[in-house]
Each structure stands twice: as structure tokens, then as C-alpha cells.
């Protein structure tokens, strides 16, 4: 799903993706090239942790 998804915004002409990583899920979004960005903020309603990331779709593994 994540590679679909980065693929077809790619294709739209998309430079970026971003995305708040909720659950302790961080790590497994930094595995797909996302980087945190802690000094944004998050409205509460995510949840203790969540974390704003985002990641530039060139420097994505393209599918393979």
C-alpha cells in the first residue's frame, strides 16, 4: 500500500508526502523514508506521541 500510494502521487507530480505517525509507529515510517519532524505540531486529538513526518518522493525506492 505504501509503495502504491508513493507511486501514484509521484505520478501526479507530487514532491512531497506527509503523514502523522501515530501509535509508536514512527520507526516504521522512518524504514520508508519519512523524516519526523518534531518542532511541528500536532493537534491533540492524534494522541500522546504522534509525530508529523514527511518524506521527498525522489529520494523514495521506487517500486520495484
Do not use: C
Not at 514512527?26 to 518542532?39: A, T
Amino acid at each position: 500500500l505504501v509503495r502504491h500510494l508513493t507511486e501514484a502521487a509521484r505520478a501526479r507530480g507530487f514532491a512531497t508526502m506527509s503523514l502523522v505517525a501515530v501509535a509508536g509507529k514512527e520507526p516504521f515510517w522512518r524504514s520508508n523514508g519519512y523524516r519526523p519532524h518534531h518542532e511541528a505540531r500536532v493537534p491533540a486529538g492524534y494522541g500522546s506521541g504522534a509525530v508529523y513526518m514527511s518524506a521527498q518522493l525522489a529520494a523514495l525506492r521506487k517500486a520495484g
